[in-house]
């Protein structure tokens, strides 16, 4: 259990956030959910770092938890650095996607950081070609391949552009990790 709490409490730490969020919503009848991403408004900015800690309800959360705990622990192999930067990374960048160009309604939940981080996990075995990062992007593909399915349009009260955007922010976060990547034998001798 020490283990676990050692090597994984980034991603525990997160989802507890986010429980304790969807507690106090649950209380005040999801009234927070207004809090999310509204395009192209003032006020919807806020919601840009606010929006994965909001659900539209119980069960909302409760489908985001387990692909969050997984994918998220998944991530952490690569270091709790680069887990926080590619949390943030992701986040700021799928929000400010969905806020310039997502559909007029408020859109709340951390699916978008669920895809954002099997974007990365993808898009690490491409950039690093490694053992590790092409095994866990088969597991990643394997377990999560499915949610692919959630960059369409095909449900009006789902936010598609929260995990079409997560996913492009996830890739990004991912090559961008890659370019600034020190590199060995780059150093000049003088």
Known sequence: MELIKKNFSPIIVLVAAI???????LFLGHGLTSWGILPRRASGLI???????????????VSNTVPLLILGALT?????????ANTVGIV????VLVWLFARGVSHVGASGLVLGYF???????????GFVSIAVACVTMILYG????GI???RSYI????????????????????????????????
């Open 119 to 129: 974007g990365a996990l993808l898009a690490r075995a491409y950039f690093e070609r």
């Open 19 to 25: 429980w304790i969020v969807e507690a106090v919503n």
């Open 159 to 190: 936010s598609f552009e929260s995990h079409l955007f997560g996913l492009i922010a996830g890739i990004a976060v991912a090559w961008l990790g890659q370019k600034l990547k020190p590199r060995t034998g780059d150093t000049k001798a003088s």
């Open 76 to 84: 952490l192999i690569g270091g709790k650095t680069r887990f926080w």
């Open 92 to 95: 700021l960048l799928s929000g």
């Open 47 to 61: 919601g840009i770092a606010l929006a994965p800690f909001l659900h539209a309800g119980l069960w909302h959360a």
């Open 152 to 154: 369409l349009p095909l």
């Open 146 to 149: 499915g949610m692919l399915w």
